[in-house]
């Protein structure tokens, strides 16, 4: 018997004696980060705009100039071509989706609903709601690998130069869900200027993290808006980014940026849903976050709650399997996750144990298109949450799970 095998004797049967209920799921920011925002509930910011509007009004269907003149800096968006709207990315990406399948896009020979089929790449691990809007509207999804420096692009350029019906690709470019991967200037620059199949390809560029560091090592994008203009491919770019976790998760501001023809396109669509966002929360914004560097001050706040979590996990995922061949974990420079790897065929398992242990882990297979990992060895931890006590305890119940599971696929004998 290895080490590993016998360590894991009775443990498990322990374990379930503990009785605990603890969550790894998703990637909340805690009540200690959210505690940072107090004063967007509690400053009076009256209600008139710099230009004078009154924000309490219908209109200003794009946002506020104010509030997009501190995220263009940031998200690397010119003000003129960056919209903030709503409080959730995720529902503009679902919006983008809709108008482009009920009206196309800009160079759409067609409406995305009129084509008889339609498919996305999917790089892989990544991001369960992103597949998820995949299935609500019918869009098959292709799995690419991940590399440290973002997809495969020798597997994304021959796949979408080849085929039609691959319309576009989901990207997580910055401290990606789950592995934490940051994509290269030339993984940028080959995807802004690929030749495609579709003439209405789009790159999704998911933005989610572009200011949430966790090391001094503060991970510069290229300017994926630029270089697709520069690649002859102006349009080819949706960005989309939030202040979910930067502010409040439930009442940020999301954003919308791309061409000046995307961006028209969006608001010709939107203005049918809406008559303007919400200006007096753009308004609370601006008076918290002020300018850019006032939003890079309040993310070294976050970081000082999130970074030690994030050494917990290194240290104990050091501690449990630093000896252990096929268990490798992703050690993220910034965002919300750390992705385990275990050995193939054990995903599954390990987060069913653990949930009958009382630990929720994200379902295994999430990470991928369909819930189907098919070496079936990723996990995603989400130490965001949890007080570091919990996140402890949770962690060593995780590799107690993986243990007990190692060991009954070990061969006897
Ligand atoms: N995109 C990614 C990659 C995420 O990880 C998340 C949340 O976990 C979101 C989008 C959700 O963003 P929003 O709160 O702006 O809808």
């Given at each position: 018997?290895t080490?590993?095998?016998?360590?894991?004797?009775?443990?498990?049967?322990?374990l379930?004696?503990?009785g605990?209920s603890?969550?790894l799921?998703?990637?909340?920011?805690s009540?200690?980060?959210l505690?940072?925002?107090?004063?967007?509930l509690?400053n009076?910011?009256?209600?008139?705009?710099?230009?004078?509007?009154?924000?309490?009004n219908?209109?200003g269907l794009?946002?506020?100039?104010e509030l997009r003149?501190?995220f263009?800096?940031l998200?690397q968006?010119?003000v003129?071509?960056?919209?903030?709207l709503?409080?959730s990315?995720l529902?503009?990406?679902?919006?983008?989706?809709?108008?482009?399948?009920?009206s196309?896009?800009?160079?759409?020979?067609?409406?995305?609903?009129?084509?008889p089929?339609?498919a996305?790449l999917c790089?892989?691990p990544?991001?369960?709601?992103h597949?998820a809007?995949?299935e609500?509207?019918?869009?098959?999804m292709?799995?690419?690998p991940m590399?440290?420096?973002g997809?495969?692009?020798?597997?994304?350029?021959?796949l979408?130069?080849?085929?039609?019906r691959?319309?576009?690709?989901?990207c997580?470019p910055?401290y990606s869900?789950?592995?934490?991967a940051c994509?290269s200037a030339?993984t940028?620059?080959?995807?802004?200027?690929m030749p495609?199949a579709?003439?209405?390809?789009r790159i999704f560029?998911?933005n989610?993290y572009?200011v949430?560091?966790?090391t001094d090592?503060?991970?510069e994008?290229?300017?994926?808006l630029?270089?697709?203009?520069?690649?002859g491919?102006p349009?080819r770019?949706?960005v989309f980014?939030s202040?979910?976790?930067?502010t409040?998760?439930?009442?940020?501001v999301a954003?919308?940026g791309s061409?000046?023809?995307n961006?028209?396109?969006l608001l010709?669509h939107?203005?049918?849903r809406?008559?303007?966002?919400?200006?007096i929360?753009?308004?609370?914004?601006?008076a918290?976050?002020?300018d850019?560097d006032?939003?890079?001050?309040?993310?070294?706040r976050?970081r000082e709650?999130?970074?030690?979590k994030?050494?917990l996990v290194?240290?104990?995922?050091?501690e449990?399997?630093g000896?252990?061949?096929?268990v490798?974990?992703s050690?993220p420079?910034?965002g919300y996750?750390v992705?385990l790897?275990?050995?193939e065929g054990?995903?599954?398992?390990v987060?069913r144990?653990?949930?009958?242990?009382g630990?929720a882990?994200?379902?295994?297979?999430?990470?991928?298109?369909?819930?189907d990992?098919?070496?079936?060895?990723?996990?995603r931890?989400?130490?965001?949450?949890p007080?570091?006590?919990?996140?402890?305890t949770?962690l060593r119940?995780?590799?107690v799970?993986?243990?007990e599971v190692?060991a009954a696929?070990?061969?006897q004998?």
């Amino acid at each position: 018997m290895t080490p590993v095998q016998s360590r894991s004797v009775g443990e498990y049967q322990k374990l379930l004696e503990q009785g605990l209920s603890l969550d790894l799921t998703r990637g909340k920011p805690s009540p200690r980060q959210l505690d940072l925002s107090q004063d967007l509930l509690s400053n009076p910011v009256g209600h008139t705009a710099a230009d004078g509007t009154d924000c309490r009004n219908y209109g200003g269907l794009q946002g506020l100039p104010e509030l997009r003149e501190i995220f263009a800096e940031l998200l690397q968006v010119p003000v003129a071509q960056l919209v903030a709207l709503d409080n959730s990315s995720l529902a503009l990406m679902h919006d983008s989706l809709v108008h482009a399948m009920l009206s196309g896009v800009p160079g759409s020979e067609r409406r995305w609903a009129d084509e008889p089929e339609i498919a996305f790449l999917c790089p892989v691990p990544g991001y369960d709601r992103h597949f998820a809007l995949c299935e609500r509207f019918g869009i098959r999804m292709i799995p690419v690998p991940m590399t440290p420096d973002g997809p495969d692009l020798d597997v994304v350029e021959e796949l979408v130069a080849g085929d039609a019906r691959i319309k576009g690709i989901w990207c997580v470019p910055k401290y990606s869900n789950p592995d934490g991967a940051c994509y290269s200037a030339e993984t940028v620059r080959r995807l802004a200027g690929m030749p495609t199949a579709a003439p209405d390809f789009r790159i999704f560029w998911d933005n989610a993290y572009a200011v949430h560091h966790l090391t001094d090592e503060e991970v510069e994008l290229a300017d994926v808006l630029a270089a697709c203009a520069d690649g002859g491919h102006p349009d080819r770019a949706f960005v989309f980014a939030s202040t979910s976790k930067v502010t409040l998760a439930g009442s940020g501001v999301a954003f919308f940026g791309s061409s000046p023809a995307n961006v028209a396109w969006l608001l010709g669509h939107t203005g049918k849903r809406t008559i303007g966002p919400d200006k007096i929360n753009q308004l609370r914004h601006v008076a918290l976050l002020r300018d850019a560097d006032g939003v890079r001050a309040h993310m070294r706040r976050h970081r000082e709650l999130l970074q030690p979590k994030f050494e917990l996990v290194e240290r104990i995922l050091r501690e449990e399997f630093g000896d252990q061949p096929g268990v490798r974990w992703s050690q993220p420079k910034g965002g919300y996750f750390v992705s385990l790897e275990v050995p193939e065929g054990c995903a599954r398992e390990v987060v069913r144990l653990a949930g009958a242990a009382g630990v929720a882990l994200t379902p295994a297979g999430a990470t991928h298109p369909y819930g189907d990992d098919p070496a079936d060895r990723t996990i995603r931890i989400a130490p965001s949450y949890p007080e570091p006590a919990d996140l402890e305890t949770a962690l060593r119940a995780l590799a107690v799970c993986v243990r007990e599971v190692l060991a009954a696929a070990a061969p006897q004998g």
